[in-house]
């Protein structure tokens, strides 16, 4: 009853810049925290980036400094600035959400995933 759809991944240099970004309709009340995990392949899904109802913020280690997570309570979007982008950067980014449903239920929901990749 939830969907999130992400866009903005494609192919840049290293040192370049893309934007993500991800809205979540359907039956939701509200939101408490989104996020950006990414997969490279060989490799486990890792957090990249969280932003809560309330703002708060985290990053990976491996990105602080260079990447930056934002949200629009009212459109229900996040989005993920990423500077300053290196190789080891390439992966697939996946929105996610934690939505509280129109029945007061909390339920876990993740986007369909979209490339990332840095050439050097």
């Known amino acids: 009853q939830v969907q999130l759809v992400e866009s903005g991944g494609g192919l840049v240099q290293a040192g370049g810049s893309l934007r993500l970004s991800c809205t979540a309709s359907?039956?939701?009340?509200?939101?408490?925290?989104m996020g950006w995990h990414r997969q490279a392949p060989g490799k486990q899904r890792e957090l990249v980036a969280r932003?809560?109802?309330?703002?708060?913020?985290y990053y990976a280690d491996s990105v602080k400094g260079r990447f930056t997570i934002s949200r629009d309570n009212a459109k229900n979007t996040v989005s993920l600035q990423m500077n300053s982008l290196k190789p080891e950067d390439t992966a697939v980014y996946y929105c996610?959400?934690?939505?509280?449903?129109?029945?007061?239920?909390?339920?876990?929901?993740w986007g369909q995933g979209t490339q990332v990749t840095v050439s050097s």
């Open positions: 932003i809560t109802s309330g703002s708060s913020t």
């Open positions: 996610n959400a934690l939505v509280l449903g129109i029945d007061r239920l909390y339920r876990d929901y």
């Open positions: 359907g039956s939701i009340s509200s939101i408490n925290a």
